[in-house]
């Protein structure tokens, strides 16, 4: 389950209120006949909706059902991140109509360093080596692809699922076709954090019914989970070091490329421990100390309308003998997650729900490794507030109070991160 844009108290149009009547019509249909006639309307209704661009219409849909009807919420964001990062394509070969099946593909990146992550557009070369190493090391036989020629970091991925939908059908026709792509991206601004994601997008074009990647051939579905791990091996051994030309100075870890909204997902949470350790690292670099030496003040933080719901956790670091905030890392929470530590649906019904560790237990752990034994944990919720002049997140110091992370006069001159 998604958390919803902040927005929600607007009335639903007709087309809003069909989209959330087909939903629930989902969550309670008695068979998969039943389901997957109303899914293809569904289906039908959102192709429509983010063609022609009302975005708002499925926000307000999703919006209301948030409130109001929670498996039918899901229902209807997994539908919306369906349809917008897949689709069909109908086309005349030899006289014949011919459907193929397209996939928006995310393959994610992890990054740190002690300087600045790049992004941006990928050189020919570069991107004609990737593309080849892509195809030859994860997808099945007889698929059709296309990279877009550009690095992006999380603020430069399409922003709606209209957005993401328009991405799916301009590369998926460049894959068919095999022509070069074309972006006309005015890319905003990356702000410079220690630790963050960057992902290549590729849509990749089947044959209607037939498998994207290679571990899901007919042939190697009893071993699927091996021939998976053994891609991703080689896609990290052959693919870092074109990476790395395109990231100097970057620590980098590249992760597998999966359908859209899973990867991004799946990279969200996998840069959050790298994060506490990039800080860390800066910290004892910078300042010349032991970790020991540092103290991570720990606090929950949400919005002001919901009382009860943490959104982050944001993390402090100060010196063990000091209640000065000198540096400071976000640890947002997705999906099932919340404070309590609520898994996902699966862990239930595999009875391994005692075996997950909680939000703040996973930040300790990391904390830990990296060497950071004195942490305070603030109980009390805090409503998430910025600074007014520069827009960075406040945290709170060892006494409670919101603050914004100050290096120390004499620590030297760089660029200041949080993530």
Known sequence: MRRPSKDSSLKLSAEGQRLAGLAQAIVQAASR?????????????????????????IDNALNNLFKDDLP???????????????????????????????????????????????????????????????????????????????????????????????MTHKLAQAAYKHAAVKLQLKAPETAPFLADTRYL??????PHGAPIFRWQEPEHQASFQAVRANCLEQWQTQATPNVSRLMPGCGVELLLPEAYYVACREADKLIRPISIRAAVHYLTNTLGVEPNELRAVVAGFG????????????????????????????????????????????LVALGELGTQPTPYEEIVAC?????????????????????????APLFADPTGELVHPEMPEDAPVGSEHFH
Request: glycine content about 6%; charged content about 25%; proline content about 4%.
């Open 303 to 346: 919005e002001e309308e919901s009382e009860a719901q943490v959104d982050e956790y944001r993390v402090a670091f100060t010196m063990r003998q000091s209640t000065d905030v000198v540096y400071g890392i976000v640890w947002p929470l997705y999906g099932q997650e919340d404070e309590e530590g609520t898994p996902i649906e699966g």
């Open 367 to 391: 904390l830990n490794e990296a060497g950071v034994m004195h942490i305070k944990r603030h109980n009390e919720r805090f409503v998430a507030e910025y600074c007014d002049d520069c827009g």
């Open 33 to 57: 006949v039943e389901e997957r006639s109303l899914e293809h309307h569904l289906d039908s209704s959102l192709q429509r909706l983010l063609r022609s661009g009302h975005q708002d219409t």
């Open 72 to 166: 039918a919420y899901d229902v209807l964001m997994e539908g919306v991140e369906a349809v917008s990062e897949s689709s069909f394509l109908l086309e005349q070969e030899d006289g014949t109509e011919k459907r193929y099946d397209a996939l928006l593909v995310a393959a994610p990146i992890l990054a740190w360093t002690r300087f600045s992550i790049a992004s941006g557009p990928v050189p020919a070369d570069l991107l004609s080596t990737l593309s080849a190493h892509f195809a030859a090391h994860l997808l099945s036989e007889g698929t059709r692809m296309a990279m877009a020629p550009m690095l992006f970091s999380i603020d430069q991925l399409p922003r709606s699922h209209s957005e993401t939908y328009a």
């Open 201 to 206: 997008l590729v849509a990749v074009v089947v």
